[in-house]
């Protein structure tokens, strides 16, 4: 007993005091989002470069939403975190960013070396109360919301479009992410295409759409889908498209990545559809929060982030795609089995034509029909309550029956203690 | 035959109970990402597990040493606690009884994310700092109603009046206190910790909510933050197998010597 | 003796005073207030006027005495065995019962679908079931056992002595006396049941949607006002009725000597 005591005490006294904090820098990211023997390299460059140490505490998160409101509602001290790009904007929005200075003495700027002018673009459209989301944040990694489907079962034509999921043949065959803004910026693309081919509206103004007309049409799309689905999945969807449970999974690109290379292990063809009627971007990108401490080390953790050899290292490691412009990253994915794209947009003029992977960076093409999703802010509420309303509840009569059941021996049993003991007059205390 | 059928019976329900363990054992041995693919066999994942080639081990290991601390010291706490006021819950009537029972059943109730949420603001409020001690006061907040439900069936079938009668037969109010009182009672205080134990083991939101930002992890934490990207590092299904496989040694270890002093004892 | 036992209890009602009534009490300010920090009791109304969240709540009830239904009916056996000395020699075993708990329940539940999975049971309430039961069946086990492991043989062998047959003595003598255990068990079961979400989203791929999964979502997407007025709702209706089967105890406490 007393030595817990102790070792509790001991544990209470390290946490609070000891080292100074701002030889700490605590960075908040995303599980198996970095390659961690670049965390110790970084305290030597940060040494080399400012000629002060720093120790990285690192942690991880799970939900955008939960990290959000430790840090809104208990000013969590971290100094740079990566959120995804709708809460960056809600943080921005809600001033709960500083920006990130460029002076780094006499330490290169790899942040703006390497700016990608695509990311640069997006970010600019982020709505942060008229403040430019390019101050306050740089991006990390990005991919895109597609189709990972099984080549065996499902045709390249068949999943070019959104409405496979309403598609009878693939019944019990599709996974759709358990995520209500996902799922609804991609069906209002699809429930749109008309107006967006007649030029009547953008994809980008498609993602500022939350009116309750938006919200019924797909609400009635997703109902139609509802009796074809075999999951509504957070994580594992991805998993199951390996063991073929699934052959149509709602995913990001990243986890469309791993998924066809794992299934090629087992032998499954797995591949990436983009459909035809567009579909969205995503970014997670690092940023400073207003309650930081260290916020000096925190823009050299970023700029460092943003160094060509390091954003290859962390690509390596997690799979996902980074959303550095540098040409040393473009030249890293390069396959000369693959077909040359257009990807000038995200690398620059020169990258007219490059044999890169159209999973890891969609074509100029296929980025026409894109867009970045937005906040909801205050409808959020309304999106989540549609989302209840697709995926429904299961109450039926056995519920009813079993609950009446046992309510009624509940009284039973009671009204029998209460009267059935005055009948006997049965006293059992001593 | 009874025997027969009972133990039988026992059986069936442990091997339900163990398949998927088993499950996992099996597919400790293969490379594959994903739990329930075989690409082979291959003891890899144990290599990686000890040689450090894993990223994250260091992590890793650290959130393993603190989950066992964080549940024996809580369970630990949860269980004097929740046996104080267990006697002191029996000897209560009427309304101050049902206010307590109510109230140690709030944990029980509320689902793992409002205990979290709420204990996160109840921290935020007193400007408590968060780490290792506000983890572990939360694990005890809900453990404690566990011991409380497992000591109170123990109290109910205990004479009432066996105190008073130690007391009466010259006994220190002490001496009735650990020599008669406790030793009926510490079958419900053991299990009583060893659901504390189990509870803190496994929980992820409440730790999560109150770790503040020292860096802490559990294993819990590690796991369910784990499986958002890129899918649940397969390496852990070695060291689930491990840890299952290292309690299962020290059971049978157990149960050895008490054989041995059983017999000792009936001889 | 002026220190009364029943003061035992003051330490922890201080203790749960602070770390669970100050907390509610915290929580349940968002529960009364609105988005701009307005009170109101929209959040209230709304859930009884929601019927998918109605609805919800009791397909979670059903699954809560489903689930503490069969855990009964096969804890109680098992308990009852494992405290027979004549079947059962060894202290340990009942230990384990209790370690597959100790495997981190994502990985287990997650191992428990694959098993399913491979072996082409589809997922839905029986997986849930079993699922639940599987987590929940420590829980009874052991209070029950404790209870059957010290209890006083010379009641049994009076009835016996009497003419009562082995069925008699078991629903007349055994059972009620074994009652403090079972009522244990069934709070400790029913009520976490209740508020159980990460099972039944592995083991039904998330088709059925249990109460628990609701606050979950709520409180995930940053809509703290209305998960807490969920929670506060499922406290209020559960917290009472498990008061009512407390009355019942005091009967059965009565019945001891």
């Known amino acids: ?430 | 035959m009874k025997k027969f059928l009972a133990q039988a019976y026992l059986w069936i329900l442990l091997v339900l109970l163990y398949a998927p363990l088993f499950f996992i054992g099996i597919f400790s041995f293969t490379e594959s990402r994903v739990l329930g693919n075989w690409t082979g066999f291959s003891t890899k994942l144990y290599a990686n597990l000890f040689s450090g080639s894993m990223q994250g081990s260091g992590s890793l290991i650290s959130a393993v040493e603190n989950t066992l601390l964080i549940a024996v010291v809580s369970a630990f706490v949860s269980m004097m606690l929740g046996t104080i006021a267990a006697v002191g819950i029996h000897n209560l009537r009427g309304r101050k009884k049902q206010a307590v029972s109510f109230l140690n059943n709030i944990p029980m109730i509320n689902p793992d994310v409002i205990t979290g949420v709420s204990l996160f603001l109840l921290f935020v409020f007193l400007h408590f700092s968060q780490g290792y001690l506000t983890v572990i006061l939360a694990h005890i907040s809900f453990g404690t109603p566990y011991v409380v439900l497992s000591v109170l069936p123990k109290l109910r079938q205990m004479n009432p009046n066996i105190y008073e009668a130690a007391l009466d037969l010259g006994a220190t109010p002490r001496q009735a206190l650990w020599k008669v009182l406790v030793p009926q009672l510490r079958p419900g205080m053991v299990s009583g910790f060893f659901l504390a134990f189990t509870m803190s083991l496994d929980d992820f939101a409440v730790t999560f909510f109150t770790r503040g930002t020292i860096g802490l992890d559990t294993l819990s934490t590690y796991i369910y933050t784990d499986a958002r990207k890129g899918g649940l590092t397969p390496e852990l299904r070695p060291l689930m197998t491990l840890i299952f496989l290292i309690i299962l040694i020290l059971l049978v270890i157990i149960n050895v010597r008490q054989e041995k002093m059983n017999k000792s004892t009936s001889k | 003796m002026k220190l009364k036992r029943s003061h035992w209890s003051i330490p922890y009602v201080v203790f749960m005073a602070i770390f669970v009534v100050l907390p509610l009490l915290l929580i349940l300010v968002y529960a009364f207030q609105d988005g701009s920090g307005h009170f109101t009791l929209s959040n209230i109304t709304r859930f009884f006027s929601d019927s998918d969240a109605l609805g919800t709540f009791a397909v979670s009830i059903e699954v809560a005495i489903e689930n503490t239904l069969i855990c009964i009916l096969l804890g109680y056996p098992a308990a009852w065995i494992l405290a027979n000395k004549d079947l059962n020699r060894s202290a340990v075993t009942i230990i384990l019962f209790i370690m597959p708990m100790w495997i981190n329940a994502l990985m287990r539940t997650l191992a428990t679908a694959e098993l399913f999975n491979t072996l082409g049971i589809t997922l839905g309430k029986g997986t849930l079931l079993f699922g639940m039961v599987y987590d929940y069946l420590p829980f009874m086990i052991y209070p029950i056992y404790n209870v059957l492991n010290k209890m006083d043989k010379s009641y049994a062998e009076a009835a016996q002595d009497l003419g009562a047959t082995p069925w008699q003595v078991f629903w007349k003598i055994t059972v009620p006396l074994s009652m403090p255990g079972i009522s244990s068990g069934v709070l400790m079961v029913f009520m976490p049941t209740v508020s159980t979400f990460a099972i039944s989203e592995f083991l039904t791929n998330n088709k059925i949607k249990l109460f628990g999964t609701i606050i979950q979502e709520n409180i995930n997407s940053s809509m703290w006002n209305y998960g807490a007025a969920l929670a506060f709702i499922m406290l209020i209706i559960i917290g009472i009725s498990t008061l009512f089967t407390g009355d019942d105890e005091r009967e059965a406490e009565g019945g001891l000597i």
């Open chain 1, 1 to 430: 007993m007393k030595k817990s005591l102790i070792m509790l005490a001991a544990a209470a006294l390290l946490c609070s005091c000891a080292q100074d904090r701002s030889q700490i820098l605590k960075v908040y990211n995303w599980s198996d989002y970095i390659d961690e023997t670049v965390i110790g390299e970084f305290e030597t460059w940060y040494e080399e470069q400012t000629g002060e140490p720093v120790k990285v505490i690192y942690q991880t998160f799970d939900i955008n939403e939960t990290m959000l409101s430790k840090i809104e509602k208990g000013h969590e001290d971290y100094d740079v975190v990566c959120p995804s790009d709708y809460i960056i904007e809600r943080m921005l929005a809600n001033d709960l960013l500083l920006p990130i200075d460029r002076d780094f003495g006499e330490t290169p700027n790899y942040i703006d070396e390497n700016m990608s002018p695509y990311v640069y673009d997006c970010f600019s459209k982020m709505i942060g109360g008229g403040k430019n989301a390019n101050d306050y944040a740089v991006g990390y990694m990005w991919g895109t919301t597609g189709l990972i489907y099984n080549a065996k079962y499902v045709s390249e034509e068949e999943v070019s479009t959104w409405d496979v999921l309403r598609n009878p043949k693939f019944a019990d065959k599709i996974f759709i992410k358990d995520s209500a803004r996902d799922v609804f910026s991609q069906i209002i693309l699809f429930l749109r295409q008309d107006d967006i081919r007649g030029g009547k509206v953008t994809p980008d103004e498609l993602m500022l759409d939350s009116s309750d007309e938006a919200l019924a049409d797909v609400e009635a799309f997703m109902k139609q889908v509802k009796p074809l689905v075999a999951g509504w999945e957070a994580d594992f969807g991805k998993d199951q498209m390996t063991q073929e449970r699934g052959w149509i999974s709602l995913n990001w690109s990243g986890d469309a990545v791993w998924a066809i290379e794992e299934a090629a292990e087992m032998g499954v063809d797995l591949r990436y559809s983009l459909p035809k009627e567009g579909f969205t971007v995503w970014f997670d990108g690092w940023v400073i929060p207003k309650y930081a401490q260290n916020t000096k080390a925190a823009k050299y953790w970023i700029n460092f982030m943003s160094r060509p050899d390091i954003v290859i290292r962390n690509v390596d490691e997690t799979g996902y795609v980074s959303a550095s412009g540098s040409t040393e990253v473009l030249e890293a994915f390069v396959d000369e089995e693959l077909d040359p794209i257009d990807l000038t947009y995200f690398f620059g003029a020169d990258a007219d034509s490059v044999r890169v992977d159209p999973v890891l960076y969609p074509s100029r093409a296929d980025i026409e029909r894109s867009a970045m999703e937005h906040d909801w802010g205050e409808k959020t509420p309304d999106l989540v309550a549609m989302w209840g309303r697709v995926k429904g509840e299961n109450a039926n009569a056995m519920t009813i029956i079993v609950i009446g059941v046992v309510l009624a021996v509940i009284v039973a049993v009671g009204l029998y203690r209460r009267f059935g003991k005055k009948r006997n007059g049965r006293k059992r205390r001593r």
